[in-house]
């Protein structure tokens, strides 16, 4: 049958094609990505997980534009990704914002940047503010628009940095252990939170974190990374409706594919390896005192 050439497969927002990356040199050099291949569709929800040191910070970085790949391609909706782009943007776990700012203002500096002072219309800073109000409201951010971030508390702090993030529309947010510094509860409230702020920005998100559990409850797809080199080892799209509700973490689905990952990464990790010598151990110390 000929192909339907009416609706052709959509071009992915993010393209990876044999992307590698290498710190140092001789001995001290370290593959922290090798031959990465990964497709991001528009709009997805696509989290990161692996043991430490997997190389899911240099991805999500190499993604921004803030560490140049040693080799391969990497692309933005079909363009090669240089440096940073306003249409991507980053959040991080420690909140990095401008203490001498109150939270609006905070919200509202990036956008200041991007325009020029000289180029800026009154409709610019209109168009701005209304920005910055929505996004306000959006964060339940209202009531403390003009307190400053050491009178916030951490959850609050990342919401101002998630809206600053948010102010210049970007079509892609990558988002580094954001949650990483927060209690259980505050981070089951931005949970929901973003993504709902994902439904309603229609923003592609890539969102790295240490949690499994977090990683299913937020992500479409689930990308597993291995260590030594860092690598993709699998991905996993997530059997959950779309639309989440906490209750889903107790599904047999969602458990048991939790159980699956965290089986893996434990086995790319080689902390399988500590337990098996651990036992051999214990079973060492067990013989000498039967002596
Ligand atoms: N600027 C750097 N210089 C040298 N080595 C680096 C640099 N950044 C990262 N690495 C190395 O690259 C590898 C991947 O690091 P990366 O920070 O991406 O891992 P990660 O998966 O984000 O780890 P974690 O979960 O601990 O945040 C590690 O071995 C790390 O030591
Ligand atoms: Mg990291």
Same mark, same amino acid.
């Given at each position: 049958m000929a192909p339907d *050439?009416?609706?052709? +497969?959509?071009?992915?927002?993010?393209?990876?094609r044999g992307v590698w990356k290498t710190f140092g040199h001789g001995t001290a050099r370290t593959v922290a990505l090798q031959d990465v291949d990964l497709d991001i569709a528009d709009n997805a929800f696509?989290?990161?997980v692996?043991?430490?040191g997997c190389g899911k910070s240099t991805l999500l970085r190499t993604l921004a534009g803030l560490e140049h790949r040693s080799a391969g391609d990497l692309r933005c909706d079909g363009q090669p990704i240089d440096g940073p782009g306003r249409e991507r943007a980053m959040v991080f776990q420690h909140y990095s914002l401008y203490p001498w700012l109150n939270v609006l203002d905070n919200i509202r500096f990036s956008r200041q940047l991007a325009t020029h002072t000289r180029d800026r219309t009154d409709a610019d800073v209109e168009a701005a503010s209304g920005r910055a109000d929505a996004l306000l409201r959006?964060?339940? *951010?209202a009531h403390? +628009?003009?307190a400053y971030p050491s009178q916030l508390s951490g959850g609050m702090q990342q919401r101002v940095a998630i809206a600053r993030a948010l102010m210049s529309r970007p079509q892609v947010l990558l988002m580094d252990e954001p949650f990483g510094a927060l209690d259980a509860q505050t981070r089951e409230v931005m949970h929901d939170l973003i993504l709902h702020v994902h439904r309603l920005e229609r923003t592609t998100i890539v969102f790295v974190t240490h949690d499994v559990e977090e990683a299913l409850y937020l992500g479409h797809q689930v990308v597993l990374m291995a260590p030594r080199p860092g690598r993709i080892d699998s991905i996993h799209p997530v059997p959950l409706p779309a639309l989440r509700t906490q209750d889903m973490k107790l599904?047999?689905?969602f458990t048991a594919l939790k159980r699956t990952l965290l089986e893996r990464?434990?086995?790319t990790s080689g902390m399988q390896t500590d337990t098996e010598l651990l036992a051999r151990l214990s079973r060492a110390g067990s013989i000498d005192l039967a002596r």
């Open positions: *050439l009416s609706s052709p +497969a959509k071009a992915p927002k993010l393209q990876a696509v989290t990161l692996g043991a430490s959006l964060m339940g *951010l403390v +628009a003009r599904a047999p689905a990464i434990r086995a």
